[in-house]
């Protein structure tokens, strides 16, 4: 009797253990009602084949993950810096992420707006939270745009929107505008808030003066985009061993 007792506490421990762990993953990712669409951010007015072939790129690809019901390994959002990551430097991407489910959704000239428009306006909007997301933006952006506030309502966003995507920030390289410092400082800053996100320094060695990082000073070559990859993949890869089930 004392056996066949023990049995049935533990098989009731095991089964209240199990049920506990499936409601906290469940709480652990239910989505939380979605900030609005900011009357600022909209698509910039700016034609060119690259932006279009780029916008393109990005839907098709956001509509196929959807369609096929996959959740990504890893997203980079971003402006030209990533933009070239699909098609002139591929091979760099390919080099540091093509064992991953992964994508550089990129589009030259984009602004932090822009970005919001692109994500929270429904655009590039994947129905399964990619695993890690990372974010970088800026370059395009003037500081008196208030860039990293305007960053932080996205990233509110993404979190209600992805509670079991991992999240992070980079600020744009360093480049002859000079940005670079105000710039990281403030969306440093702006992340006290977000204390899930982290706060990526992928880039921040990059020189501008040497053609060996950049082409014009702003915008990396396969010798700066191995420096920024090598430490983004790393740490992706740390990350991806932890994500929480969508």
Same mark, same amino acid.
Not at 45 to 54: A, L, Q, T
Not at 208 to 229: E, I, N, W
């Given at each position: 009797?004392? *056996? ?32 609005? /669409? ?5 698509? /910039? ?20 993950? *959807? ?73 395009? *952006?003037?500081? &008196? ?21 991992? /999240? ?37 060695? /990059? ?5 060996? &990082? ?33």
């Amino acid at each position: 009797m004392q *056996n066949a007792h023990g049995v049935g506490i533990r098989l009731l421990l095991a089964a209240l253990l199990a049920a506990a762990h499936r409601g906290s993953q469940a709480a652990a990712v239910q989505p939380a009602a979605l900030p609005p /669409l900011p009357e600022w951010a909209q698509q /910039l007015d700016r034609p060119g084949e690259s932006r279009r072939e780029s916008l393109d790129f990005n839907r098709q690809a956001v509509a196929d993950a *959807n369609q096929e019901r996959r959740r990504l390994d890893f997203v980079l959002w971003g402006d030209s810096i990533t933009a070239a990551l699909q098609f002139k430097y591929a091979q760099s991407w390919d080099k540091w992420f093509g064992e991953y489910d992964a994508l550089p959704l990129g589009v030259s000239a984009s602004t932090v707006e822009e970005l919001a428009w692109r994500i929270m306006g429904g655009r590039e909007r994947f129905a399964l939270g990619p695993k890690v997301i990372a974010i970088l933006i800026g370059t395009n *952006n003037d500081m &008196d745009t208030q860039p990293a506030a305007k960053l932080g309502v996205l990233l509110t966003w993404l979190e209600r929107a992805y509670p079991g995507s991992q /999240l992070l920030v980079i600020p744009p390289p360093p480049s002859w505008q000079r940005r670079y410092i105000p710039m990281r400082d403030a969306i440093g800053a702006m992340l006290k808030a977000h204390p899930r996100v982290f706060f990526s320094l992928c880039g921040a060695g /990059l020189d501008p003066s040497s053609f060996d &990082d950049m082409k014009d000073g702003v915008h990396p070559v396969p010798g700066g985009y191995d420096v920024m990859l090598r430490c983004l993949k790393t740490q992706v890869a740390a990350r991806l061993g932890s994500t929480q089930p969508y």
